[in-house]
Protein backbone atom coordinates (compact mmCIF):
# COMPACT_ATOMS: atom_id res chain seq x y z
CA UNK A 1 0.00 0.00 0.00
CA UNK A 2 1.61 3.10 -1.38
CA UNK A 3 0.12 7.08 -0.67
CA UNK A 4 0.32 8.92 -3.72
CA UNK A 5 -1.00 12.24 -4.79
CA UNK A 6 -2.58 13.82 -8.18
CA UNK A 7 -3.16 17.43 -9.45
CA UNK A 8 -6.30 18.36 -10.99
CA UNK A 9 -5.94 22.23 -11.90
CA UNK A 10 -5.47 23.82 -8.85
CA UNK A 11 -6.87 20.58 -6.81
CA UNK A 12 -4.67 18.60 -4.83
CA UNK A 13 -6.28 14.88 -4.97
CA UNK A 14 -5.36 12.19 -2.25
CA UNK A 15 -5.58 8.63 -2.82
CA UNK A 16 -3.21 5.02 -2.48
CA UNK A 17 -2.06 2.49 -4.63
CA UNK A 18 -2.51 -1.05 -3.46
CA UNK A 19 -0.65 -3.50 -5.11
CA UNK A 20 -0.77 -7.50 -5.06
CA UNK A 21 1.96 -9.63 -3.91
CA UNK A 22 3.22 -10.71 -7.11
CA UNK A 23 4.26 -7.87 -10.36
CA UNK A 24 0.65 -6.74 -11.35
CA UNK A 25 -0.62 -7.73 -14.36
CA UNK A 26 -3.46 -4.57 -14.73
CA UNK A 27 -4.67 -1.65 -12.95
CA UNK A 28 -7.53 -0.16 -12.06
CA UNK A 29 -8.64 3.20 -10.62
CA UNK A 30 -11.61 3.63 -8.92
CA UNK A 31 -13.82 6.07 -8.54
CA UNK A 32 -16.92 6.39 -5.75
CA UNK A 33 -20.51 6.90 -6.03
CA UNK A 34 -22.62 10.27 -5.42
CA UNK A 35 -22.17 12.56 -2.12
CA UNK A 36 -18.55 13.44 0.11
CA UNK A 37 -17.19 9.86 -1.03
CA UNK A 38 -13.54 8.90 0.24
CA UNK A 39 -11.15 6.48 -1.49
CA UNK A 40 -12.46 3.70 -0.14
CA UNK A 41 -16.26 4.61 -0.89
CA UNK A 42 -17.00 4.23 2.34
CA UNK A 43 -17.01 0.14 2.91
CA UNK A 44 -18.15 -0.77 -0.40
CA UNK A 45 -14.87 -0.71 -2.07
CA UNK A 46 -12.63 -2.58 0.06
CA UNK A 47 -13.92 -6.63 -0.82
CA UNK A 48 -13.95 -5.59 -4.74
CA UNK A 49 -10.21 -3.98 -4.13
CA UNK A 50 -9.34 -7.24 -2.17
CA UNK A 51 -11.14 -9.82 -5.05
CA UNK A 52 -8.85 -7.71 -7.45
CA UNK A 53 -5.71 -7.66 -5.81
CA UNK A 54 -6.15 -11.54 -5.36
CA UNK A 55 -6.24 -11.63 -9.45
CA UNK A 56 -3.06 -9.84 -9.46
CA UNK A 57 -4.81 -6.43 -10.38
CA UNK A 58 -3.27 -3.38 -9.08
CA UNK A 59 -6.20 -0.84 -7.71
CA UNK A 60 -5.90 2.96 -6.98
CA UNK A 61 -8.82 5.07 -5.62
CA UNK A 62 -8.80 8.86 -3.90
CA UNK A 63 -10.65 11.09 -2.05
CA UNK A 64 -12.99 12.75 -3.75
CA UNK A 65 -12.71 16.86 -3.46
CA UNK A 66 -13.04 18.06 0.18
CA UNK A 67 -12.87 14.75 1.01
CA UNK A 68 -10.74 13.20 3.82
CA UNK A 69 -6.81 14.33 2.34
CA UNK A 70 -8.32 16.14 -0.79
CA UNK A 71 -8.31 19.88 -1.54
CA UNK A 72 -11.01 22.12 -2.88
CA UNK A 73 -15.13 21.11 -2.76
CA UNK A 74 -17.10 18.21 -3.90
CA UNK A 75 -19.82 20.59 -4.19
CA UNK A 76 -18.45 22.58 -6.86
CA UNK A 77 -17.58 19.51 -8.95
CA UNK A 78 -20.07 18.45 -11.75
CA UNK A 79 -19.23 15.07 -13.83
CA UNK A 80 -17.14 16.98 -16.11
CA UNK A 81 -14.79 17.90 -13.49
CA UNK A 82 -14.89 14.25 -11.49
CA UNK A 83 -13.49 13.08 -15.03
CA UNK A 84 -10.84 15.42 -14.70
CA UNK A 85 -9.82 14.38 -11.57
CA UNK A 86 -10.00 10.68 -12.50
CA UNK A 87 -7.95 11.07 -15.44
CA UNK A 88 -5.56 12.68 -13.09
CA UNK A 89 -5.79 9.77 -10.55
CA UNK A 90 -4.84 7.56 -13.45
CA UNK A 91 -1.78 9.47 -14.41
CA UNK A 92 -1.04 9.31 -11.07
CA UNK A 93 -1.71 5.73 -11.01
CA UNK A 94 0.25 5.05 -14.19
CA UNK A 95 3.80 6.30 -13.05
CA UNK A 96 3.95 3.89 -10.19
CA UNK A 97 2.00 1.22 -12.17
CA UNK A 98 3.85 1.68 -15.76
CA UNK A 99 3.45 -0.84 -18.55
CA UNK A 100 0.52 -2.82 -18.02
CA UNK A 101 -3.21 -2.26 -19.20
CA UNK A 102 -4.68 0.25 -17.03
CA UNK A 103 -8.35 0.74 -17.04
CA UNK A 104 -10.68 2.84 -14.70
CA UNK A 105 -13.84 2.11 -12.37
CA UNK A 106 -16.89 3.89 -11.33
CA UNK A 107 -20.14 2.90 -9.02
CA UNK A 108 -23.34 4.89 -9.21
CA UNK A 109 -22.67 8.45 -10.17
CA UNK A 110 -18.57 7.04 -10.94
CA UNK A 111 -20.50 5.35 -13.85
CA UNK A 112 -21.33 8.77 -15.72
CA UNK A 113 -17.45 9.63 -14.08
CA UNK A 114 -15.70 6.92 -16.13
CA UNK A 115 -17.51 7.71 -19.23
CA UNK A 116 -17.17 11.48 -19.67
CA UNK A 117 -13.24 10.38 -18.37
CA UNK A 118 -13.52 7.91 -21.43
CA UNK A 119 -14.21 10.93 -23.81
CA UNK A 120 -12.57 13.39 -22.69
CA UNK A 121 -9.36 10.96 -22.87
CA UNK A 122 -10.16 10.54 -26.52
CA UNK A 123 -10.52 14.13 -27.35
CA UNK A 124 -6.37 14.01 -27.70
CA UNK A 125 -4.98 14.81 -24.08
CA UNK A 126 -1.19 15.18 -24.83
CA UNK A 127 -0.70 15.53 -20.89
CA UNK A 128 -2.77 12.90 -19.35
CA UNK A 129 -2.97 8.50 -20.00
CA UNK A 130 -6.56 7.52 -21.23
CA UNK A 131 -7.86 3.95 -20.06
CA UNK A 132 -7.66 1.09 -21.90
CA UNK A 133 -10.91 -0.43 -20.42
CA UNK A 134 -13.50 0.74 -18.16
CA UNK A 135 -16.20 -0.55 -15.69
CA UNK A 136 -19.09 0.87 -14.54
CA UNK A 137 -21.42 -0.92 -11.74
CA UNK A 138 -24.63 0.28 -11.22
CA UNK A 139 -23.63 3.02 -13.34
CA UNK A 140 -26.95 4.84 -15.63
CA UNK A 141 -26.65 4.72 -18.95
CA UNK A 142 -29.42 6.98 -19.01
CA UNK A 143 -29.43 10.82 -18.35
CA UNK A 144 -29.21 12.29 -14.57
CA UNK A 145 -33.00 13.28 -15.02
CA UNK A 146 -34.21 10.18 -16.42
CA UNK A 147 -32.25 8.12 -13.62
CA UNK A 148 -33.74 10.42 -10.99
CA UNK A 149 -37.13 10.20 -11.63
CA UNK A 150 -36.98 6.66 -11.32
CA UNK A 151 -35.23 6.78 -8.22
CA UNK A 152 -37.42 8.74 -6.66
CA UNK A 153 -40.47 6.60 -7.98
CA UNK A 154 -39.02 3.75 -6.18
CA UNK A 155 -38.00 5.71 -2.83
CA UNK A 156 -41.81 7.08 -2.33
CA UNK A 157 -42.87 3.45 -2.19
CA UNK A 158 -42.14 3.20 1.72
CA UNK A 159 -44.26 6.26 2.12
CA UNK A 160 -48.05 5.70 2.80
CA UNK A 161 -50.15 5.39 -0.33
CA UNK A 162 -52.01 8.73 0.26
CA UNK A 163 -48.58 10.64 0.26
CA UNK A 164 -46.79 9.05 -2.73
CA UNK A 165 -48.62 11.30 -5.49
CA UNK A 166 -47.91 14.43 -4.03
CA UNK A 167 -43.89 13.46 -3.44
CA UNK A 168 -43.88 12.37 -6.82
CA UNK A 169 -45.43 15.57 -8.52
CA UNK A 170 -42.89 17.39 -6.00
CA UNK A 171 -39.90 15.47 -7.22
CA UNK A 172 -40.72 15.83 -10.95
CA UNK A 173 -41.10 19.85 -10.29
CA UNK A 174 -37.89 20.01 -8.58
CA UNK A 175 -36.20 17.61 -11.26
CA UNK A 176 -37.82 20.58 -14.08
CA UNK A 177 -35.83 23.04 -11.94
CA UNK A 178 -32.65 20.98 -12.33
CA UNK A 179 -32.97 20.11 -15.41
CA UNK A 180 -33.51 24.22 -16.15
CA UNK A 181 -30.36 25.49 -14.38
CA UNK A 182 -32.71 27.48 -12.62
CA UNK A 183 -31.78 29.41 -9.48
CA UNK A 184 -31.95 28.72 -5.80
CA UNK A 185 -34.85 31.24 -5.05
CA UNK A 186 -37.35 29.56 -7.28
CA UNK A 187 -36.58 25.67 -5.64
CA UNK A 188 -36.82 27.60 -2.31
CA UNK A 189 -40.42 29.03 -4.16
CA UNK A 190 -41.50 25.44 -5.02
CA UNK A 191 -40.87 23.78 -1.79
CA UNK A 192 -42.85 26.09 0.00
CA UNK A 193 -45.68 24.88 -1.68
CA UNK A 194 -44.93 21.43 -0.83
CA UNK A 195 -43.98 21.57 3.22
CA UNK A 196 -44.24 18.18 4.21
CA UNK A 197 -42.53 17.26 1.33
CA UNK A 198 -39.14 18.87 1.50
CA UNK A 199 -37.30 17.25 4.06
CA UNK A 200 -38.20 13.75 2.71
CA UNK A 201 -36.37 14.76 -0.92
CA UNK A 202 -33.88 16.39 0.61
CA UNK A 203 -32.86 12.90 2.01
CA UNK A 204 -33.45 11.53 -1.18
CA UNK A 205 -30.72 13.12 -2.73
CA UNK A 206 -28.20 12.35 0.68
CA UNK A 207 -29.31 15.91 1.98
CA UNK A 208 -30.23 15.82 5.77
CA UNK A 209 -31.73 19.07 6.26
CA UNK A 210 -33.37 21.03 3.50
CA UNK A 211 -31.33 21.55 0.28
CA UNK A 212 -28.82 24.85 0.41
CA UNK A 213 -28.12 26.79 -2.52
CA UNK A 214 -24.55 25.47 -2.44
CA UNK A 215 -25.98 22.25 -2.38
CA UNK A 216 -28.36 23.17 -5.06
CA UNK A 217 -25.92 24.51 -7.31
CA UNK A 218 -24.14 20.84 -7.20
CA UNK A 219 -27.49 19.28 -7.90
CA UNK A 220 -27.99 21.33 -11.27
CA UNK A 221 -24.33 21.04 -12.08
CA UNK A 222 -24.43 16.97 -11.79
CA UNK A 223 -27.96 17.36 -13.49
CA UNK A 224 -27.01 18.64 -16.81
CA UNK A 225 -24.98 15.76 -17.87
CA UNK A 226 -26.09 13.90 -20.41
CA UNK A 227 -23.82 10.77 -21.09
CA UNK A 228 -24.69 10.12 -24.92
CA UNK A 229 -21.59 11.96 -26.35
CA UNK A 230 -19.58 9.33 -24.00
CA UNK A 231 -21.07 6.30 -25.43
CA UNK A 232 -21.28 7.34 -28.77
CA UNK A 233 -17.42 8.23 -28.84
CA UNK A 234 -16.51 5.30 -26.74
CA UNK A 235 -13.12 3.47 -28.02
CA UNK A 236 -12.41 1.14 -25.50
CA UNK A 237 -13.62 -2.43 -24.36
CA UNK A 238 -16.86 -1.17 -21.17
CA UNK A 239 -18.24 -3.81 -19.01
CA UNK A 240 -21.49 -2.28 -17.87
CA UNK A 241 -22.79 -4.31 -14.49
CA UNK A 242 -26.13 -3.94 -12.50
CA UNK A 243 -28.16 -5.76 -10.06
CA UNK A 244 -31.32 -6.92 -11.30
CA UNK A 245 -33.10 -5.07 -8.59
CA UNK A 246 -31.35 -1.77 -8.47
CA UNK A 247 -34.03 1.11 -7.15
CA UNK A 248 -31.57 3.60 -8.15
CA UNK A 249 -29.90 2.85 -11.69
CA UNK A 250 -32.98 1.86 -13.97
CA UNK A 251 -31.07 -1.05 -15.28
CA UNK A 252 -33.26 -2.05 -17.73
CA UNK A 253 -33.19 1.18 -19.34
CA UNK A 254 -29.86 1.67 -19.06
CA UNK A 255 -28.78 -1.75 -21.03
CA UNK A 256 -31.26 -0.85 -23.85
CA UNK A 257 -29.39 2.23 -24.55
CA UNK A 258 -26.27 0.91 -24.31
CA UNK A 259 -26.73 -1.29 -26.63
CA UNK A 260 -28.12 1.12 -29.03
CA UNK A 261 -25.26 3.65 -28.82
CA UNK A 262 -22.18 1.72 -28.12
CA UNK A 263 -20.12 -0.54 -30.37
CA UNK A 264 -21.23 -3.77 -29.98
CA UNK A 265 -17.66 -5.50 -29.93
CA UNK A 266 -17.08 -2.69 -27.06
CA UNK A 267 -19.50 -4.12 -25.03
CA UNK A 268 -19.94 -6.78 -22.04
CA UNK A 269 -23.36 -5.61 -20.07
CA UNK A 270 -23.79 -7.99 -16.44
CA UNK A 271 -27.31 -7.91 -14.88
CA UNK A 272 -27.22 -9.83 -11.84
CA UNK A 273 -30.77 -10.94 -10.74
CA UNK A 274 -31.45 -9.94 -7.38
CA UNK A 275 -28.65 -7.83 -6.65
CA UNK A 276 -29.42 -4.00 -5.58
CA UNK A 277 -28.04 -0.49 -6.10
CA UNK A 278 -24.31 -2.22 -4.41
CA UNK A 279 -24.97 -5.25 -5.85
CA UNK A 280 -25.82 -7.05 -2.16
CA UNK A 281 -28.03 -10.10 -2.42
CA UNK A 282 -31.10 -10.05 -1.34
CA UNK A 283 -31.10 -10.16 2.87
CA UNK A 284 -28.02 -8.67 2.93
CA UNK A 285 -27.55 -6.44 6.54
CA UNK A 286 -24.85 -4.58 5.20
CA UNK A 287 -25.91 -4.12 1.56
CA UNK A 288 -22.43 -5.13 -0.24
CA UNK A 289 -20.08 -4.10 2.04
CA UNK A 290 -18.71 -7.71 2.98
CA UNK A 291 -18.12 -10.62 -0.08
CA UNK A 292 -20.84 -12.95 1.64
CA UNK A 293 -23.22 -9.83 1.15
CA UNK A 294 -21.92 -9.48 -2.28
CA UNK A 295 -25.20 -11.00 -4.96
CA UNK A 296 -23.53 -14.73 -6.73
CA UNK A 297 -21.27 -13.51 -9.78
CA UNK A 298 -19.87 -9.96 -8.07
CA UNK A 299 -17.20 -8.99 -8.00
CA UNK A 300 -16.12 -11.86 -9.57
CA UNK A 301 -17.27 -10.49 -12.79
CA UNK A 302 -15.21 -7.39 -12.71
CA UNK A 303 -12.41 -9.47 -12.15
CA UNK A 304 -12.55 -11.62 -14.67
CA UNK A 305 -12.88 -8.48 -16.96
CA UNK A 306 -10.12 -6.76 -15.72
CA UNK A 307 -7.63 -10.10 -15.83
CA UNK A 308 -9.37 -10.58 -19.24
CA UNK A 309 -7.48 -7.21 -20.63
CA UNK A 310 -4.37 -8.09 -18.94
CA UNK A 311 -4.02 -10.76 -21.17
CA UNK A 312 -4.49 -8.83 -24.41
CA UNK A 313 -1.63 -7.10 -23.15
CA UNK A 314 -2.23 -3.83 -24.75
CA UNK A 315 -0.73 -1.03 -21.99
CA UNK A 316 -2.62 2.54 -21.47
CA UNK A 317 -1.82 5.66 -23.94
Not at 283 to 293: H, K, L, N, R
Amino acid sequence: MVEIVASSGSVTLSGTLWLPDDAPTALLVMHPGSGPSDRHNDVYFPPIRNALLAAGVAVAAFDKRGVGGSTGSWLAAGIEDQADDLLAGLAAAVDRVPGVPAGVFGHSQGGWVVLEACRRAGLGSATLPGPRFAVTSSGPAVSVIEQERYSVRNAVRALPEADRASAVAAADQVLDLMRDGAPHADLTELLSAYPAEAEGLAGVWGISTGITAEEWTHLVLVGAYDPLPALRSLSVPLLAAFGGDDPVTPSVASVEVLRREVAAGLLSTEVLAGGNHRMAAPGAVDDGAGPGAFVPGFPEVVVEFAVAQAKQGVVGR
